[in-house]
């Protein structure tokens, strides 16, 4: 048995369909250092209206560490949900389902409770709102040196995505998730949290910035020895129009017990816009 602890983020498509990512670690039993980063594809009826909706979710991504036969990482899951209001904002979920690593020997049945907030309501006909900032990001990170348990230390390369919430006043709060595409690492996944601060976008669309993030790593085969990460980082972007930037940065990524102790460099393109919140 293996427990893990963390977040899903999903957008609406229309009145069924939502999208979404989704990142795990293990936090109980004997996978320690498993990760694990997916994209979500979820269709969801009402049973009974603003009562109890059921649902069907598809996720694929990557997945490894803490001994878990993955291969080279691909994780598939399908699952059947239920999810009940408790609040007008705030929900509980039951979901089980059926995961699947299609490369590797890992295979199990899972059960998840989700605790979620609704940001949105457009079938609710909610009349009052203030807009709140998030941008939703891919990014493609480059470590310099990562150290491997074998003593060796070579390059990697990741894929992720990020969610920013804006506050006020330039900074703001992230959510982020990555995992290894080369570098001999498969399975190596990142999951991170934490904020940041930026600069007002100039009359050229230019800003700056500075960040914080801690986290978890681990898989591939990477020495992060229990999986605790710092990464700071400085960046620097433009606005290149309707929403979109595209911004460059350097960082460091620092293991508090293992290892791993690199130059970050970060390429990512946003996507922001204002969500209805009471």
């Known amino acids: 048995h293996i427990g893990l602890a963390g977040f899903r ?26 990760a ?13 209206p603003d009562r109890l909706s059921f649902g069907g979710r598809l996720a694929v991504g990557m997945g490894g560490g803490g001994a878990v036969s993955t291969g080279g990482g691909v994780l598939a899951k399908a699952s059947l949900y ?49 807009i709140e900032g998030w941008q939703w990001s891919g990014s493609v ?5 990562a150290a491997r348990r074998d003593g060796s230390s070579d ?24 995992s290894a595409v080369a570098g001999g690492a498969g399975g190596f996944s990142v999951g991170l949290a934490g ?7 100039s009359a050229m669309g230019l800003f700056a910035g500075l960040e914080l993030m801690i986290g978890a790593a681990g898989g591939g085969g990477v020495e992060t020895n ?19 930037s595209l911004r460059g940065g350097v960082g460091y990524i620092h293991s508090f017990k293992g290892s791993v102790d690199s130059t970050v460099l ?13």
């Open 9 to 34: 983020a999903e957008q609406s498509f229309d009145e069924y369909l939502r999208w979404g990512i989704e990142a795990a670690a293990a936090a109980r039993g004997s996978a320690d250092g498993y």
């Open 36 to 48: 694990e980063v997916l994209g979500t594809l979820a269709l969801e009826l009402e049973a009974i």
């Open 82 to 130: 239920a999810t009940a209001p408790l609040t007008r904002d705030l929900y509980v979920t039951l979901e089980g389902g059926y995961v699947d690593a299609l490369s590797g020997e890992f295979r199990a049945l899972f059960g998840t409770l989700q605790i979620g907030m609704e940001l949105d309501h457009p079938h609710r006909g909610s009349s009052y709102a203030t």
């Open 141 to 145: 990170q480059h470590y310099s040196s």
């Open 155 to 178: 390059s990697l390369d990741l894929v992720g995505f990020k969610i920013d919430r804006q506050l006020s006043g330039g900074v703001y709060l992230s959510a982020q998730a990555h």
């Open 195 to 201: 904020g940041g601060w930026e600069t007002p976008h």
């Open 226 to 244: 229990g999986g605790a990460i710092a990464q700071p980082m400085a960046y620097a972007g433009i606005d290149i129009g309707q929403g979109w």
């Open 266 to 278: 970060d390429l990512s393109v946003g996507y922001a816009f204002g969500s209805p919140t009471r």
